[in-house]
């Protein structure tokens, strides 16, 4: 069974750092992208960006570029998403997804979700 | 803001059908396979369709989804209290700022 588990809420100050965490499980790790979707309180999904874990090759999304840092650790499963200097704005859910691309390159999707991250940041 | 419109609601009573459009451009809906996602209240996201019409395993086919030239449709048969949600709809945008855009969100009210 595939499984993402993300890690728990996180309540932090402006200006601090964060990583938070993505485990998968129940599949090859490094063979699949991994993305991460931006949820803020009352509003819709927002593509943050998708890391392969297999080379790190990673691509952001250009609200998201230079703002978090996304990374993978292969040897343990686990992708990660990381802030160096968080803002009240960064407030949200923050969910972690594996994202499907077909070999044609035209089918692009998020196939199994992890639980979400809350991330508060407030003084 | 997304470049994927979809209403912000649609309701109907249970056993009725539902439909919520997400209309794109050539550089996104044109040119690629659309997803569909259901968000139950405080949940994590579900795929519900993909590659324009293809249901995952376990998705029972009360849901259906298609496109058309720019614009892609799901649709909700025999609507029950299970499916208020928020619905969105996802693809790849290979505009200038290439990446994968949702839908503005649909909630699903079961009246």
């Known amino acids: 069974e595939v499984q993402l588990v993300q890690s728990g809420a996180e309540v932090k100050k402006p200006g601090e750092s964060l990583k938070i965490s993505c485990k998968g499980s129940?599949?090859?790790?490094?063979?699949?992208?991994i993305g991460w979707v931006r949820q803020m309180p009352g509003k819709g999904l927002e593509w943050m960006g998708i890391i392969y874990p297999g080379d790190s090759d990673t691509r952001y999304s250009p609200s998201f570029q230079g703002q978090v840092t996304i990374s993978a650790d292969k040897s343990i499963s686990t992708a990660y998403l990381q802030w160096s200097s968080l803002k009240a704005s960064d407030t949200a859910m923050y969910y972690c997804a594996r994202f499907f691309i077909a070999a044609a390159g035209t089918s692009y999707y998020f196939d199994y979700w992890g639980q979400g991250t809350l991330v508060t940041v407030s003084s | 803001q997304s470049v994927l419109t979809q209403p912000p609601s649609v309701s109907a009573a249970p056993g009725q059908k539902v439909t919520i459009s997400c209309s794109g451009s050539s550089s996104n809906i044109g040119n690629n396979y659309v997803s569909w996602y259901q968000q139950l209240p405080g949940t994590a996201p579900k795929l519900l369709i993909y590659e324009n019409n293809k249901r995952p395993s376990g998705i029972p086919d009360r849901f259906s989804g298609s496109k058309s030239g720019t614009s892609a449709t799901l649709g909700i048969t025999g609507l029950q209290t299970g499916d208020e949600a928020d619905y969105y709809c996802?693809?790849?945008?290979?505009?200038?700022?290439?990446?994968?855009?949702f839908g503005t969100g649909t909630k699903v009210t079961v009246l």
């Open positions: 996802g693809t790849w945008d290979s505009s200038l700022s290439v990446s994968y855009v």
């Open positions: 129940g599949y090859s790790f490094t063979s699949y992208w």
